[in-house]
Protein backbone atom coordinates (compact mmCIF):
# COMPACT_ATOMS: atom_id res chain seq x y z
CA UNK A 1 0.00 0.00 0.00
CA UNK A 2 1.28 3.44 -0.58
CA UNK A 3 0.24 7.01 -0.30
CA UNK A 4 0.81 10.06 -3.00
CA UNK A 5 0.11 13.52 -3.34
CA UNK A 6 -1.90 14.37 -6.80
CA UNK A 7 -1.53 17.96 -8.58
CA UNK A 8 -5.34 18.98 -6.87
CA UNK A 9 -3.25 18.67 -3.58
CA UNK A 10 -5.43 15.76 -2.04
CA UNK A 11 -4.48 12.46 -0.74
CA UNK A 12 -4.78 9.32 -2.32
CA UNK A 13 -4.49 6.06 -1.00
CA UNK A 14 -4.89 2.86 -2.96
CA UNK A 15 -2.74 -0.04 -4.30
CA UNK A 16 -0.12 -0.45 -6.92
CA UNK A 17 -3.17 -1.60 -9.21
CA UNK A 18 -4.80 1.65 -10.40
CA UNK A 19 -8.09 -0.54 -11.73
CA UNK A 20 -11.21 1.83 -11.29
CA UNK A 21 -13.39 0.65 -7.60
CA UNK A 22 -16.06 -0.49 -8.07
CA UNK A 23 -18.82 -0.28 -4.81
CA UNK A 24 -21.17 -3.10 -3.75
CA UNK A 25 -25.28 -2.14 -3.52
CA UNK A 26 -27.08 -2.44 0.22
CA UNK A 27 -28.41 -1.25 2.84
CA UNK A 28 -26.47 0.77 5.37
CA UNK A 29 -27.12 0.77 9.17
CA UNK A 30 -24.92 3.67 11.43
CA UNK A 31 -24.70 3.33 14.93
CA UNK A 32 -24.38 6.17 17.06
CA UNK A 33 -22.62 5.84 20.55
CA UNK A 34 -23.21 8.04 23.57
CA UNK A 35 -20.18 10.24 24.97
CA UNK A 36 -19.23 9.22 28.31
CA UNK A 37 -18.50 13.00 30.49
CA UNK A 38 -15.39 14.33 30.26
CA UNK A 39 -13.50 14.24 33.98
CA UNK A 40 -13.04 18.12 34.33
CA UNK A 41 -10.16 16.86 36.32
CA UNK A 42 -8.37 15.77 33.53
CA UNK A 43 -9.13 18.72 31.11
CA UNK A 44 -5.45 19.68 31.40
CA UNK A 45 -3.91 16.46 29.83
CA UNK A 46 -6.38 16.29 27.06
CA UNK A 47 -4.16 18.38 24.62
CA UNK A 48 -0.68 17.25 25.60
CA UNK A 49 1.44 14.50 25.81
CA UNK A 50 4.49 13.59 27.58
CA UNK A 51 5.96 11.69 30.29
CA UNK A 52 6.09 12.12 34.11
CA UNK A 53 9.64 13.48 35.20
CA UNK A 54 12.23 12.45 37.48
CA UNK A 55 11.31 14.96 39.90
CA UNK A 56 7.07 14.61 39.29
CA UNK A 57 6.55 16.90 36.90
CA UNK A 58 4.44 16.17 33.95
CA UNK A 59 6.59 17.62 31.43
CA UNK A 60 4.33 17.93 27.71
CA UNK A 61 4.48 18.89 24.31
CA UNK A 62 1.77 20.85 23.46
CA UNK A 63 -0.64 20.18 20.93
CA UNK A 64 -2.58 23.06 19.17
CA UNK A 65 -6.26 22.79 18.58
CA UNK A 66 -6.17 23.65 14.83
CA UNK A 67 -4.44 21.50 12.33
CA UNK A 68 -0.67 21.57 11.91
CA UNK A 69 2.02 19.41 13.57
CA UNK A 70 2.61 20.07 17.31
CA UNK A 71 5.21 22.79 18.23
CA UNK A 72 8.73 20.43 19.21
CA UNK A 73 8.99 23.03 22.10
CA UNK A 74 8.32 21.13 25.87
CA UNK A 75 6.75 22.61 28.46
CA UNK A 76 4.98 22.12 32.00
CA UNK A 77 1.44 21.48 32.49
CA UNK A 78 -1.44 24.41 33.16
CA UNK A 79 -1.66 24.56 36.81
CA UNK A 80 -4.38 21.84 37.27
CA UNK A 81 -7.93 22.56 38.26
CA UNK A 82 -8.37 20.85 41.96
CA UNK A 83 -11.22 19.12 43.44
CA UNK A 84 -13.01 19.58 46.46
CA UNK A 85 -14.50 17.57 48.78
CA UNK A 86 -17.76 18.07 47.47
CA UNK A 87 -17.35 17.64 44.13
CA UNK A 88 -15.39 14.04 44.90
CA UNK A 89 -17.89 10.87 44.70
CA UNK A 90 -15.51 7.98 43.53
CA UNK A 91 -11.56 7.47 43.53
CA UNK A 92 -11.19 8.68 39.91
CA UNK A 93 -12.34 11.93 40.33
CA UNK A 94 -9.13 12.95 41.26
CA UNK A 95 -7.23 10.32 39.46
CA UNK A 96 -4.13 12.14 37.87
CA UNK A 97 -3.30 9.54 35.37
CA UNK A 98 -4.86 8.22 32.37
CA UNK A 99 -5.41 4.11 32.53
CA UNK A 100 -5.05 2.27 29.63
CA UNK A 101 -8.15 0.91 28.79
CA UNK A 102 -6.72 -2.66 28.13
CA UNK A 103 -6.42 -2.65 32.66
CA UNK A 104 -10.37 -1.97 33.01
CA UNK A 105 -12.75 -4.85 33.17
CA UNK A 106 -16.18 -3.45 33.92
CA UNK A 107 -18.91 -5.60 35.54
CA UNK A 108 -21.95 -4.04 33.80
CA UNK A 109 -24.26 -6.38 36.40
CA UNK A 110 -24.46 -3.88 39.42
CA UNK A 111 -24.85 -0.84 40.38
CA UNK A 112 -21.74 1.77 42.22
CA UNK A 113 -24.12 3.40 44.34
CA UNK A 114 -27.95 3.75 45.26
CA UNK A 115 -29.97 1.54 47.43
CA UNK A 116 -30.58 -1.38 44.71
CA UNK A 117 -28.53 -3.62 42.45
CA UNK A 118 -25.49 -3.17 44.76
CA UNK A 119 -22.65 -5.67 44.94
CA UNK A 120 -22.80 -6.06 48.92
CA UNK A 121 -22.00 -9.34 49.95
CA UNK A 122 -19.19 -11.89 49.38
CA UNK A 123 -20.55 -14.26 47.29
CA UNK A 124 -22.55 -12.08 44.76
CA UNK A 125 -18.33 -11.33 44.66
CA UNK A 126 -17.07 -14.22 44.49
CA UNK A 127 -19.61 -15.21 41.75
CA UNK A 128 -18.87 -13.27 39.31
CA UNK A 129 -15.02 -14.11 38.43
CA UNK A 130 -16.83 -17.63 38.51
CA UNK A 131 -19.26 -16.37 34.93
CA UNK A 132 -16.98 -17.16 31.81
CA UNK A 133 -17.54 -14.08 30.24
CA UNK A 134 -15.80 -11.89 33.14
CA UNK A 135 -13.43 -14.52 34.14
CA UNK A 136 -12.12 -14.72 30.11
CA UNK A 137 -11.88 -10.91 30.19
CA UNK A 138 -9.88 -10.73 33.29
CA UNK A 139 -7.66 -13.17 32.41
CA UNK A 140 -6.87 -11.51 28.47
CA UNK A 141 -6.04 -8.24 30.37
CA UNK A 142 -4.06 -9.98 32.35
CA UNK A 143 -2.02 -11.77 29.99
CA UNK A 144 -2.06 -8.86 27.69
CA UNK A 145 0.52 -7.11 30.91
CA UNK A 146 2.18 -10.26 31.65
CA UNK A 147 3.55 -11.07 28.41
CA UNK A 148 4.75 -7.49 28.55
CA UNK A 149 7.13 -8.25 31.78
CA UNK A 150 10.84 -9.15 31.25
CA UNK A 151 10.90 -9.81 35.51
CA UNK A 152 7.76 -10.88 37.25
CA UNK A 153 7.59 -10.28 40.75
CA UNK A 154 4.24 -10.55 41.59
CA UNK A 155 0.65 -9.14 41.87
CA UNK A 156 -0.44 -5.99 44.38
CA UNK A 157 -4.26 -6.90 44.54
CA UNK A 158 -6.26 -3.84 46.59
CA UNK A 159 -9.61 -4.44 47.44
CA UNK A 160 -12.54 -3.53 49.73
CA UNK A 161 -12.96 -5.78 52.37
CA UNK A 162 -16.39 -4.77 53.85
CA UNK A 163 -18.31 -5.21 50.73
CA UNK A 164 -18.90 -7.65 47.82
CA UNK A 165 -15.62 -6.89 46.14
CA UNK A 166 -14.11 -9.10 48.62
CA UNK A 167 -15.26 -11.98 46.99
CA UNK A 168 -14.22 -10.57 43.80
CA UNK A 169 -10.73 -9.83 45.31
CA UNK A 170 -10.63 -13.64 46.56
CA UNK A 171 -11.67 -14.91 43.39
CA UNK A 172 -8.84 -12.97 41.67
CA UNK A 173 -6.40 -14.00 44.27
CA UNK A 174 -7.12 -17.63 43.99
CA UNK A 175 -7.09 -17.18 39.88
CA UNK A 176 -3.62 -15.58 40.09
CA UNK A 177 -2.41 -18.45 42.55
CA UNK A 178 -3.48 -21.31 40.04
CA UNK A 179 -1.31 -19.73 37.40
CA UNK A 180 1.39 -17.44 39.04
CA UNK A 181 1.59 -19.30 42.89
CA UNK A 182 3.09 -17.73 45.60
CA UNK A 183 3.25 -14.53 44.18
CA UNK A 184 0.78 -11.97 45.34
CA UNK A 185 0.51 -9.26 48.11
CA UNK A 186 -3.20 -8.27 49.27
CA UNK A 187 -4.10 -5.04 50.40
CA UNK A 188 -7.48 -5.01 51.58
CA UNK A 189 -9.44 -1.63 52.43
CA UNK A 190 -12.08 -0.86 54.61
CA UNK A 191 -14.00 2.23 55.44
CA UNK A 192 -13.81 4.56 58.54
CA UNK A 193 -16.03 5.03 61.29
CA UNK A 194 -19.86 3.34 61.26
CA UNK A 195 -22.72 3.55 63.26
CA UNK A 196 -24.66 1.03 65.27
CA UNK A 197 -27.68 2.24 63.67
CA UNK A 198 -26.58 0.79 60.50
CA UNK A 199 -27.71 -3.12 61.58
CA UNK A 200 -27.47 -4.73 57.81
CA UNK A 201 -24.63 -2.61 56.77
CA UNK A 202 -22.63 -3.30 59.49
CA UNK A 203 -23.74 -7.31 59.98
CA UNK A 204 -22.95 -7.41 55.98
CA UNK A 205 -19.44 -5.67 56.84
CA UNK A 206 -18.58 -8.45 59.67
CA UNK A 207 -19.18 -11.74 57.24
CA UNK A 208 -17.71 -9.59 54.44
CA UNK A 209 -14.19 -8.91 56.38
CA UNK A 210 -14.36 -12.37 57.84
CA UNK A 211 -14.77 -14.07 54.62
CA UNK A 212 -12.28 -11.77 52.99
CA UNK A 213 -9.33 -12.18 55.42
CA UNK A 214 -10.00 -16.31 55.60
CA UNK A 215 -10.07 -16.44 51.39
CA UNK A 216 -7.36 -13.93 50.15
CA UNK A 217 -5.01 -15.57 53.13
CA UNK A 218 -5.69 -18.70 51.75
CA UNK A 219 -5.00 -17.57 48.01
CA UNK A 220 -2.01 -15.01 48.81
CA UNK A 221 1.25 -14.79 49.92
CA UNK A 222 0.72 -11.96 52.39
CA UNK A 223 -2.93 -9.99 53.65
CA UNK A 224 -2.72 -6.86 55.41
CA UNK A 225 -6.06 -4.75 55.94
CA UNK A 226 -5.51 -1.19 55.84
CA UNK A 227 -8.18 1.11 57.34
CA UNK A 228 -8.70 4.49 59.74
CA UNK A 229 -11.13 2.97 61.96
CA UNK A 230 -10.22 1.94 65.38
CA UNK A 231 -11.70 -2.08 64.77
CA UNK A 232 -12.65 -4.69 62.56
CA UNK A 233 -15.31 -6.10 64.84
CA UNK A 234 -18.73 -5.42 65.96
CA UNK A 235 -18.29 -2.91 68.43
CA UNK A 236 -17.61 0.59 67.02
CA UNK A 237 -14.01 2.50 68.18
CA UNK A 238 -13.05 5.54 66.85
CA UNK A 239 -10.94 6.47 64.18
CA UNK A 240 -7.17 6.56 64.80
CA UNK A 241 -5.35 9.64 65.51
CA UNK A 242 -2.63 11.53 63.81
CA UNK A 243 -0.81 14.15 65.89
CA UNK A 244 -0.47 16.59 62.33
CA UNK A 245 -3.09 15.64 60.54
CA UNK A 246 -6.15 17.47 60.43
CA UNK A 247 -8.60 14.58 58.44
CA UNK A 248 -12.47 14.22 58.20
CA UNK A 249 -12.66 10.09 58.85
CA UNK A 250 -16.22 10.31 57.01
CA UNK A 251 -14.74 11.42 53.37
CA UNK A 252 -13.07 8.77 51.10
CA UNK A 253 -11.56 11.58 49.88
CA UNK A 254 -9.20 11.93 53.27
CA UNK A 255 -8.89 8.47 54.20
CA UNK A 256 -8.24 7.14 51.10
CA UNK A 257 -5.48 9.45 50.46
CA UNK A 258 -3.79 8.59 54.14
CA UNK A 259 -3.91 4.74 53.56
CA UNK A 260 -2.39 5.88 50.10
CA UNK A 261 0.52 7.44 51.55
CA UNK A 262 0.96 4.73 53.58
CA UNK A 263 0.81 2.04 50.91
CA UNK A 264 3.27 4.38 48.60
CA UNK A 265 5.79 3.92 51.85
CA UNK A 266 5.55 0.55 52.61
CA UNK A 267 5.59 -0.95 49.31
CA UNK A 268 9.77 0.98 48.76
CA UNK A 269 11.54 -1.65 49.42
CA UNK A 270 10.10 -4.27 46.46
CA UNK A 271 9.24 -1.22 44.12
CA UNK A 272 12.81 0.51 43.72
CA UNK A 273 15.35 -1.08 41.16
CA UNK A 274 18.46 -0.59 43.53
CA UNK A 275 16.60 -2.39 46.60
CA UNK A 276 17.56 -6.30 46.52
CA UNK A 277 14.92 -7.27 48.13
CA UNK A 278 11.75 -8.33 46.44
CA UNK A 279 7.89 -8.85 46.81
CA UNK A 280 8.82 -12.93 47.00
CA UNK A 281 11.30 -11.72 49.86
CA UNK A 282 9.57 -9.47 51.81
CA UNK A 283 6.31 -12.14 51.59
CA UNK A 284 8.37 -14.85 52.81
CA UNK A 285 10.32 -13.01 56.06
CA UNK A 286 6.90 -10.97 57.36
CA UNK A 287 4.83 -14.50 56.82
CA UNK A 288 6.80 -17.58 58.62
CA UNK A 289 5.06 -20.00 60.66
CA UNK A 290 1.87 -19.35 58.55
CA UNK A 291 1.64 -15.64 59.77
CA UNK A 292 0.05 -14.57 56.32
CA UNK A 293 -1.69 -11.65 57.99
CA UNK A 294 -0.07 -8.35 58.77
CA UNK A 295 -0.49 -5.30 60.19
CA UNK A 296 0.37 -1.56 58.86
CA UNK A 297 1.02 1.52 60.76
CA UNK A 298 2.93 4.80 59.74
CA UNK A 299 4.14 8.20 61.22
CA UNK A 300 2.24 10.91 58.73
CA UNK A 301 4.40 13.53 58.59
CA UNK A 302 7.30 12.06 60.43
CA UNK A 303 8.20 14.97 62.91
CA UNK A 304 11.43 16.47 62.32
CA UNK A 305 11.84 20.06 63.38
CA UNK A 306 14.48 22.26 62.15
CA UNK A 307 17.84 22.23 63.59
CA UNK A 308 17.00 18.91 64.67
CA UNK A 309 18.72 15.32 63.66
CA UNK A 310 17.11 11.55 63.10
CA UNK A 311 18.54 10.56 66.62
CA UNK A 312 17.06 13.71 67.66
CA UNK A 313 13.55 12.66 66.62
CA UNK A 314 13.62 9.22 67.21
CA UNK A 315 14.76 9.32 70.79
CA UNK A 316 11.51 11.96 71.41
CA UNK A 317 9.58 8.74 71.01
CA UNK A 318 10.84 7.37 73.91
CA UNK A 319 10.01 3.49 74.54
CA UNK A 320 6.29 3.84 72.63
CA UNK A 321 5.92 2.76 68.86
CA UNK A 322 6.64 5.28 67.24
CA UNK A 323 3.66 4.78 64.26
CA UNK A 324 -0.19 5.10 64.44
CA UNK A 325 -1.79 1.91 63.74
CA UNK A 326 -3.40 1.60 60.49
CA UNK A 327 -5.01 -2.13 60.31
CA UNK A 328 -7.80 -1.47 62.43
CA UNK A 329 -6.05 -3.93 64.97
CA UNK A 330 -5.99 -1.54 68.31
CA UNK A 331 -2.83 0.45 69.47
CA UNK A 332 -0.07 -1.86 69.10
CA UNK A 333 2.00 -0.94 72.72
CA UNK A 334 2.43 -4.11 74.81
CA UNK A 335 2.52 -6.58 72.10
CA UNK A 336 4.85 -8.28 70.59
CA UNK A 337 6.47 -7.80 67.10
CA UNK A 338 8.04 -11.26 65.08
CA UNK A 339 9.05 -9.52 62.28
CA UNK A 340 8.49 -5.74 60.73
CA UNK A 341 9.37 -4.05 57.41
CA UNK A 342 10.41 -0.35 58.51
CA UNK A 343 10.56 2.20 56.04
CA UNK A 344 11.77 6.15 56.37
CA UNK A 345 11.70 8.52 53.54
CA UNK A 346 12.31 11.94 53.32
CA UNK A 347 15.19 13.27 55.66
CA UNK A 348 17.46 14.78 53.96
CA UNK A 349 20.71 13.27 53.77
CA UNK A 350 22.79 16.56 56.51
CA UNK A 351 20.08 15.10 59.15
CA UNK A 352 20.75 11.52 59.29
CA UNK A 353 23.30 11.42 61.59
CA UNK A 354 23.81 13.97 64.79
CA UNK A 355 26.54 16.87 63.70
CA UNK A 356 28.26 17.17 67.38
CA UNK A 357 30.72 19.16 68.49
CA UNK A 358 34.34 17.64 68.26
CA UNK A 359 34.71 16.56 72.34
CA UNK A 360 31.07 16.58 72.85
CA UNK A 361 29.62 13.14 74.44
CA UNK A 362 26.56 11.86 72.69
CA UNK A 363 23.39 11.71 73.97
CA UNK A 364 23.04 7.88 73.18
CA UNK A 365 23.96 5.47 70.66
CA UNK A 366 21.91 6.71 68.17
CA UNK A 367 24.02 9.94 68.45
CA UNK A 368 27.28 7.72 67.92
CA UNK A 369 26.44 6.28 64.72
CA UNK A 370 28.02 7.05 61.43
CA UNK A 371 25.20 6.71 59.10
CA UNK A 372 21.33 7.28 58.47
CA UNK A 373 21.05 3.46 57.67
CA UNK A 374 22.87 2.56 61.30
CA UNK A 375 20.66 5.13 63.20
CA UNK A 376 17.47 3.67 61.87
CA UNK A 377 18.91 -0.11 62.82
CA UNK A 378 20.08 0.51 66.08
CA UNK A 379 16.89 1.89 66.51
CA UNK A 380 14.74 -0.84 65.73
CA UNK A 381 17.38 -3.00 67.71
CA UNK A 382 16.68 -0.98 70.82
CA UNK A 383 12.62 -1.51 69.98
CA UNK A 384 12.35 -5.06 69.43
CA UNK A 385 16.27 -6.87 70.28
CA UNK A 386 14.40 -10.41 69.57
CA UNK A 387 12.75 -8.95 66.37
CA UNK A 388 13.45 -10.00 62.51
CA UNK A 389 13.36 -6.15 61.20
CA UNK A 390 14.60 -5.06 57.60
CA UNK A 391 14.66 -1.66 57.19
CA UNK A 392 14.93 1.21 54.55
CA UNK A 393 16.34 4.64 54.33
CA UNK A 394 15.08 6.56 51.21
CA UNK A 395 15.64 10.49 50.61
CA UNK A 396 12.55 10.95 48.49
CA UNK A 397 9.73 12.10 50.36
CA UNK A 398 6.33 11.49 49.61
CA UNK A 399 4.40 14.24 47.33
CA UNK A 400 1.44 15.55 48.78
CA UNK A 401 0.99 18.61 46.08
CA UNK A 402 -3.18 18.88 44.71
CA UNK A 403 -4.84 17.18 44.26
CA UNK A 404 -3.93 15.77 47.53
CA UNK A 405 -6.00 17.13 50.46
CA UNK A 406 -5.08 20.15 52.97
CA UNK A 407 -4.26 17.82 56.26
CA UNK A 408 -1.41 19.45 57.03
CA UNK A 409 -1.44 21.95 60.37
CA UNK A 410 2.16 23.30 61.47
CA UNK A 411 4.22 21.98 58.45
CA UNK A 412 6.37 23.90 56.68
CA UNK A 413 5.99 23.48 52.41
CA UNK A 414 8.54 20.82 53.01
CA UNK A 415 6.55 19.00 55.81
CA UNK A 416 8.96 20.09 58.92
CA UNK A 417 7.28 20.02 61.89
CA UNK A 418 6.80 24.22 62.72
CA UNK A 419 5.17 25.18 65.98
CA UNK A 420 3.17 28.67 65.11
CA UNK A 421 3.27 27.77 61.44
CA UNK A 422 0.27 29.80 59.26
CA UNK A 423 -2.89 26.79 59.35
CA UNK A 424 -3.86 26.16 55.75
CA UNK A 425 -0.43 26.55 54.30
CA UNK A 426 0.52 24.41 50.93
CA UNK A 427 2.58 21.57 51.46
CA UNK A 428 4.09 20.36 48.67
CA UNK A 429 5.93 16.80 50.43
CA UNK A 430 6.27 15.17 53.97
CA UNK A 431 8.73 12.99 55.18
CA UNK A 432 7.15 9.10 56.28
CA UNK A 433 7.69 6.60 58.79
CA UNK A 434 6.18 3.15 57.87
CA UNK A 435 6.03 0.30 58.61
CA UNK A 436 4.89 -3.55 58.16
CA UNK A 437 4.68 -5.65 61.37
CA UNK A 438 3.54 -9.69 62.47
CA UNK A 439 2.17 -8.65 65.64
CA UNK A 440 0.69 -10.06 68.75
CA UNK A 441 -2.59 -8.05 68.34
CA UNK A 442 -3.74 -9.74 65.08
CA UNK A 443 -4.21 -12.89 67.80
CA UNK A 444 -7.00 -10.71 69.80
CA UNK A 445 -8.10 -8.94 66.68
CA UNK A 446 -9.30 -12.05 64.71
CA UNK A 447 -10.61 -14.48 68.02
CA UNK A 448 -12.70 -11.25 68.61
CA UNK A 449 -13.89 -11.18 64.83
CA UNK A 450 -14.75 -15.07 65.35
CA UNK A 451 -16.36 -14.11 68.89
CA UNK A 452 -18.48 -11.80 66.95
CA UNK A 453 -19.76 -14.47 64.10
CA UNK A 454 -20.74 -16.76 66.60
CA UNK A 455 -23.06 -14.37 68.09
CA UNK A 456 -24.99 -13.98 64.95
CA UNK A 457 -28.50 -15.37 63.73
CA UNK A 458 -27.96 -16.72 60.48
CA UNK A 459 -31.59 -16.80 59.92
CA UNK A 460 -32.01 -13.08 60.19
CA UNK A 461 -29.67 -12.78 57.40
CA UNK A 462 -30.53 -15.16 54.81
CA UNK A 463 -30.00 -12.46 51.68
CA UNK A 464 -26.33 -12.92 52.77
CA UNK A 465 -27.02 -16.99 52.61
CA UNK A 466 -28.96 -16.22 49.11
CA UNK A 467 -26.10 -14.46 47.67
CA UNK A 468 -24.14 -17.76 47.27
CA UNK A 469 -22.81 -18.97 50.89
CA UNK A 470 -23.83 -22.10 52.69
CA UNK A 471 -24.00 -22.81 56.50
CA UNK A 472 -21.46 -25.11 56.03
CA UNK A 473 -19.01 -22.14 54.77
CA UNK A 474 -19.71 -20.26 57.82
CA UNK A 475 -18.69 -23.05 60.57
CA UNK A 476 -15.24 -23.55 58.07
CA UNK A 477 -14.73 -19.99 58.46
CA UNK A 478 -14.79 -19.82 62.51
CA UNK A 479 -12.33 -22.43 62.22
CA UNK A 480 -9.95 -21.10 59.88
CA UNK A 481 -10.03 -18.24 61.87
CA UNK A 482 -9.96 -19.05 64.62
CA UNK A 483 -6.41 -21.55 63.60
CA UNK A 484 -5.36 -18.29 61.96
CA UNK A 485 -5.72 -16.78 65.61
CA UNK A 486 -3.36 -19.16 66.89
CA UNK A 487 -0.51 -18.79 64.67
CA UNK A 488 0.12 -15.29 66.63
CA UNK A 489 -0.34 -16.84 70.26
CA UNK A 490 3.35 -15.99 71.13
CA UNK A 491 3.18 -13.75 73.92
CA UNK A 492 0.48 -10.38 74.52
CA UNK A 493 3.81 -8.40 75.63
CA UNK A 494 6.92 -7.79 75.33
CA UNK A 495 7.95 -9.79 77.96
CA UNK A 496 7.56 -13.59 77.13
Avoid at 192 to 214: D, S
Avoid at 309 to 335: I, K
Avoid at 339 to 347: C, D, E, F, K, N
Wanted: charged share 15%; with cysteine.
Amino acid sequence: MYVHRTQENSSECGFFDQSPISFRQGKLTTHKEELCPKNPYLQDFLSAEGVLSSDGVWRVKSIPNGKGSPPLTTATTPKPLIPTEASIRVWSDFLRVHLHPRSICMIQKYNHDGEAGRLEAFGQGESVLKEPKYQEELEDRLHFYVEECDYLQGFQILCDLHDGFSGVGAKAAELLQDEYSGRGITWGLLPGPYHRGEAQRNIYRLLNTAFGLVHLTAHSSLVCPLSLGGSLGLRPEPPVNFPYLHYDATLPFHCSAILATALDTVTVPYRLCSSPVSMVHLADMLSFCGKKVVTAGATIPFPLAPGQSLPDSLMQFGGATPWTPLSACGEPSGTRCFAQSVVLRGIDRACHTSQLTPGTPPPSCLHACATGEEVLAQYLQQQQPRVMSSSHLLLTPCRVAPPYPHLFSSCSPQGMVLDGFPKGAAVESIPVFGALCSSSSLHQTLEALARDLTKLDLRRWASFMDAGVEHDDVAELLQELQSLAQCYHGGDSLVD
